[in-house]
């Protein structure tokens, strides 16, 4: 029987790499969308081009009886929508949780309520483990590193939201896990590190490797929050996709699950003195950045322990960073007119 698909957020960043992938395997897909992010448009009509097996439903996730619609006669639910930068979690903190933690019981409870007992598959963060204050971190000439975590950070660790985005993403979090205690509904959750690839249209609020490099190929300024010497692991989206179909592949064996999901050790890298040396080399040229204060909730040091995901899904990043940014600049530099065309939010 032909599985039918629901991706909220599906015109996003990674709905609509993982969307695409979906209908290239011959997949019908639903997207659900409230195309309020930068971008989403142009990665609506993209996938509109791709394939007559994409159906598009416009509808936020704060719409219980619109979500009930959408999840109605679904067999498998990726909730990819979400409110995604802290800095506007901290300047609007209840359309936050409206969108992260009550958007997500809507998809929750409209799944248990179909009586289909869909497979739900959420994007959830590294941000749910708050700041770390107690992890012991040592600052070297180009970056932050973990001094006893060789392998990073684990699902044992203890959750601690910092943020108004931690809350309403850490509440959806756990209410995911709960559900699939409770309610026996088949779900997996993924604490995601830095996501980054083609199709990401990087802000300085979210995506920080994409905005870097749209930023420099525009001549646009660019602003370092704290030192630059911050370290994230990075993961290909195309990596990512691939976790994705792996964990519906084995839900009887991963249903239930928590999943830390990234580039993991061999993948990390410091967001500006590391990465900018990357730009640099593929610009030719000296970038001219200005610095600013710290974040709320910016971790110096974080990169995730992926040895779960590998023991349980099978799974391991096979896109190297260098290789993926070059992508990345590739497909930023071929597609200047997505950037520069002037787009406004749906209300």
Known sequence: MTKRIL?????GFVGSNLTSNLLSDGFDVTVFDALLRRGSQENLAWLQRHSN????????????????????????????????????????????????????????EAARQSGRQPIMVFTSTNKVYGGMEDVPVVEEPSRYIFTELPNGISETRPLDFHSPYGCSKGA??????????IYRLPTVVFRMSCIYGPRQFGTEDQGWIAHF?????????????????????????????????????KIDKVGGEVFNIGGGPPNTMSIWAEFGEFVKELSGRNILVNFDDWRPGDQPCYFSDIRKASELLDWRPLIDKATGVRRLWEWASSNLELFERSWQPST
Do not use: M, W
């Open 172 to 181: 959806a979090d756990q209410y995911v896990r709960d559900y699939a205690r």
């Open 53 to 108: 097996r994409l159906h598009f439903v416009k509808g936020d996730v704060r719409n219980f009886e619109a979500v009930k619609n959408a999840v109605a006669e679904v067999d498998i639910i990726f909730h990819l929508a979400g409110q995604v930068a802290v800095t506007s979690s901290v300047g609007d903190p209840r359309s936050d949780f409206e969108i992260n933690a009550l958007g997500t019981l809507n998809i929750l």
């Open 213 to 249: 490099i749209i930023s420099v190929l525009n001549g646009r300024p660019i602003t370092i929050f704290g030192n630059g010497k911050q370290v994230r692991d990075v993961l290909f989206v195309d990596d990512l996709v691939r976790a994705f179909r792996l964990a519906i592949d």
């Open 7 to 11: 991706v909220t957020g599906g015109a």
